[in-house]
């Protein structure tokens, strides 16, 4: 009995699909007879395929590609290879296939993880037991610094960024990144504040020296899985905006999804899960990571500081297609919200 399997308006097809899997030495045998699409992840789509007893992840971009989508899919395959046999928490890695022809773009097969990706109200136990909040923040950076000790050379990452004059040249890259939106129809160039201000700081207050390695790039509650019954952070995903750095911009990365008093009030802006009591402190998680990393933190404002700086000007980016009508209104005000918020977090902390 032939299956009929969805193609998802276009998204998989499924003749040259099939032939590519019944190529690759993958878990399980004969062809796949079942998929779900997932939830998860704005940009790229992810779906479950069932064949025989396994169950394997597919992550390819969205149905409209953008220019760097294929050379995107590519990158995430290959940290994710480099990373396998770590103890980096992330999804197993199976194959990648670059050509176009079989299903309309780069995509690449990982391992499923069991777990949920902690946003908005928390399941139980999380949400009755305080001390499993607690673990949350323990375990993010666990995962933080223990990414950050992978050798990137030695995993064959060498060339995965670009760490000459990394520290020197972030704040002109996020400065010119922001630019680039001024002539977006409809976008009004000086909607965020305060970029003259706190990019003049991070030029002055520079440290002198940084380390290199594996960034994540995107660390944060909407690129995590956890455990559903104990407090054990189980995979980092969504590794598109992975590439060399130094790691303490991961934890600053995190300290900008944290919730604390005395935080800029701006509406529309609270915290990332509920309830939030039990949570460590921001001081708390920077201190554990030196403590497992080794690392002199007295760095970390500055890094904190270039995360609210750069995740701002992304969202930006978010907000300006918004205004030329080429994504969602709502979607480009609340991030143009939060956008607000990491920039008057950033003149806080630099003040």
Known sequence: MTTTLSD??????WDALQAWVAAQD???????????RLTGGSQ???????????RMVLRRPP???????????????????????S???????????GDPAVTGAAFYLMEPLDGFTPMGALPAPYATDATFRRRMGAEFVHAAATLGAVDHVAAGLADFGKPEQWLERQVSRWRSQLEGYRDTPGYPGDALPHV??????????????????????????????????????????????????????????????????????????????TPWDGFMSRDELVRLYGDISGRDMSAMPWFFVLACFKLACLLEGSYA??????????MGNFLHNYALWLMAKARQLAE
Do not use: Y
């Open 8 to 13: 998802f308006d276009g998204l998989l097809h």
């Open 26 to 36: 993958l878990p399980g045998s004969g062809p796949v007879t079942g998929v779900e």
């Open 44 to 54: 790229n789509s992810l779906f479950m395929l069932h064949r025989g007893d396994t």
């Open 63 to 85: 149905k409209h590609l953008r220019a760097n989508s294929n050379d995107t899919m590519l990158r995430e395959a290959r940290v994710l290879a480099a990373l396998r046999g």
């Open 87 to 97: 103890a980096v928490p992330h999804p197993g890695f199976l194959a990648v296939c």
């Open 196 to 273: 003259d201000t706190v990019g003049d700081w991070l030029e002055r207050h520079r440290p002198s020296t940084c380390r290199m390695g594996i960034i994540h790039g995107d660390f944060q509650f909407a690129n995590v899985m956890f455990d559903r019954e104990r407090p054990r952070l189980v995979g980092l995903v969504d590794w598109e905006l992975s590439t060399l750095g130094d790691p303490l911009l991961d934890l600053g990365w995190l300290l900008t999804s944290w919730t604390e008093a005395g935080d800029p009030a701006v509406a529309g802006r609270g915290p990332a899960v």
């Open 321 to 330: 297609r918004a205004c030329a009508g080429k994504a969602s209104v709502d």
